[in-house]
């Protein structure tokens, strides 16, 4: 019985040791910091493009002000 009790014992440590993934709170922190950075860019990449059309838009508008005066 104490053989069976200790093998209960070991498996029960086992189970626990293998289901706690070894993730540490440093590693998910980093990994919401990475999701935070890649969000900003994201964001700024978002905005650049708006920017450069209203770039194109203000050019091509220049241009057909331009046309229309000659």
């Not at 493009?49 to 331009?66: G, Q």
């Amino acid at each position: 019985m104490k053989k069976l009790m200790y093998l209960f014992v070991a498996a029960i440590m086992f189970a626990f040791t293998a289901c706690g993934g070894g993730e540490t709170a440093t590693e998910t922190a980093t990994e919401v910091v990475e999701e935070v950075v890649q969000e900003e860019a994201a964001e700024e990449a978002a905005a650049e493009d708006t920017v450069a059309a209203e770039e194109a838009e203000a050019t091509e508008e220049a241009e057909a002000t331009e046309e229309a005066a000659e």
